[in-house]
């Protein structure tokens, strides 16, 4: 079923993809921000945040190689946008939110290509 989705509204997920990644440019570089309610649930966050992200660019193309490209963009994407908080007051880049970004791309994405894209 999620093959299915996936596969059958490519300009919805491409769309998608454009404002998710505006969400994330807002949210990643917005000052402000609190204490956290559990310890390390920030981290928990920036994981699904970019698991997400990667499920969004899973339907946004039927080929295997151009979804690793978009994995390895969105990767790229999450520690630019780490960089770059280091410029905003209140804010600051923070090594484990890159590795929690990471590993949630690269854990969705390998579950993906392991079901979604197995016969391409």
Known sequence: MIKTLLSQYPTLFRVAFCLYALLV???SLRTGGGPQPIEHFDKVMHFTFYGLFTVIAAGCTKHKKTFIQLSIFIACYGALMEFFQS???SRFMSIADIVANTSGVVIVACGLLRSVFQDK
């Open 25 to 27: 440019l807002w949210a």
């Open 87 to 89: 410029f905003v007051p």
